[in-house]
């Protein structure tokens, strides 16, 4: 999922989390998983903490 940074703080991104909070409770889904980039500032995976989402597994290389 990707947002363009022109409508940043729009509400878009929590958004389309609620969505898929939503679908996975009405298909009775336990876990709602996301991968994002970890690098540069940091700040993708603090806005994912801010959304109820916690850090499990960093992955380093790009091996997936």
């Known amino acids: 999922m990707l947002t363009s940074r022109a409508h940043a703080g729009c509400g878009i991104g929590s958004a389309l989390l609620d969505f898929a909070r939503a679908e996975a ?8 998983r996301i991968d994002c980039w970890s690098g540069g500032d940091g700040k993708l995976v603090e806005y994912h903490r801010r959304q109820g989402f916690t850090p499990t597994v960093r992955i380093f290389e790009w091996r997936w």
């Open 25 to 32: 409770l009405r298909r009775e889904i336990g876990l709602l």
